[in-house]
């Protein structure tokens, strides 16, 4: 199993992403420790890990308070040992789809403070364990926005090249003590509409658009040289190779999970 005997936190760990990555790292053998704020969510994801044959704590955590974050993290280094895997999946629903001249900056600045502090909140209190045992993984997930271009991207496109950018020094301010830092960047997730914010956003921006969902959606297929969107499951597999020793040559990367949506 890629991940057997490995401790994880994932932060968001009840929602889209963070529950089927938990699924994937409960089947290929990690203990897990899922934080966020809906403990009706994180049960749900905690009983799919838990079928998988999973060692698996949930705790209401805010992951953008640094005290609240630590204290959890600390509690887990202390239940088992060590961390191995601290995985941010928090998500903020946010405007898209608006000119400049009809965004407030309140409206702008949300993703950007949003998705900036959670990512150094989380980072922050894992470093302390990992750089003490010489050894860890940090994963985080940005958007395509880093690298688009578009009416209505401003807040989306400013806080997926800022994640990008902070996982990057991040890295290479980490490798020297043996620990890695992953950036995925998975497009819009088909299967992930009806159980994320991202359905009711995407929704919105359809409108501000002045065109039906599904044609939106059509859009964004058609942007990618596979003619699909990815789906949940192969971003959660990805996120158990790259978490696992298999994966171990690869730090301050940037993975694109787009289906070719983007091309590098």
């Keep these: 199993m890629l991940l057997e005997n490995k ?3 994932i932060h968001g760990g009840g929602g889209s992403i963070g529950a089927a990555a938990a699924r994937v790292f409960a089947r290929e053998g990690a203990r897990l420790f899922l934080a966020g704020r809906s403990l009706p969510r994180l049960e749900a994801a905690a009983s799919v890990a838990r079928a998988e044959g999973a060692d698996v704590s949930v705790a ?3 992951a953008m308070d640094q005290a609240a974050v630590d204290r959890h993290v600390d509690e887990v280094a202390d239940a088992a040992g060590r961390i ?7 998500g903020f629903d946010h405007v898209q789809g608006l000119p400049i001249a009809e965004t407030s900056l309140e409206d702008y600045l949300h993703p950007v403070v949003g998705y900036l502090q959670t990512n150094f909140v989380t980072a922050k209190a894992v470093s302390r364990h ?10 985080t997930v940005s958007t395509p926005g ?5 009416r209505g991207l401003l807040g989306n496109a400013a806080q997926s090249a800022g994640l990008e950018g902070f996982s990057r020094a991040l890295a290479g301010e980490l490798g020297p003590v043996g620990v890695r830092v992953v950036c995925v960047r998975p497009h819009a997730m088909s299967d992930a509409l009806a ?3 991202t359905g009711e956003m995407f929704g919105r921006t359809a409108a501000a658009g002045g065109i039906p969902m599904d044609e939106w959606l059509a859009g964004l297929v058609g942007m990618t040289l596979l003619g699909r969107l990815p789906v949940l499951d192969e971003v959660a597999e990805y996120l158990a190779f790259v978490a696992s020793d298999r994966a171990r040559s690869i730090t301050g990367a940037i993975a694109n999970l787009s289906a070719g949506a983007l091309v590098d």
């Design 7 to 9: 401790v994880a936190v």
């Design 60 to 62: 209401v955590v805010d």
């Design 84 to 90: 191995d895997i601290s995985l941010n999946t928090v």
């Design 130 to 139: 990992m750089i003490a045992q010489r050894s860890g993984v940090i994963l």
């Design 146 to 150: 880093a690298r688009l271009t578009g």
């Design 195 to 197: 159980t994320s914010y």
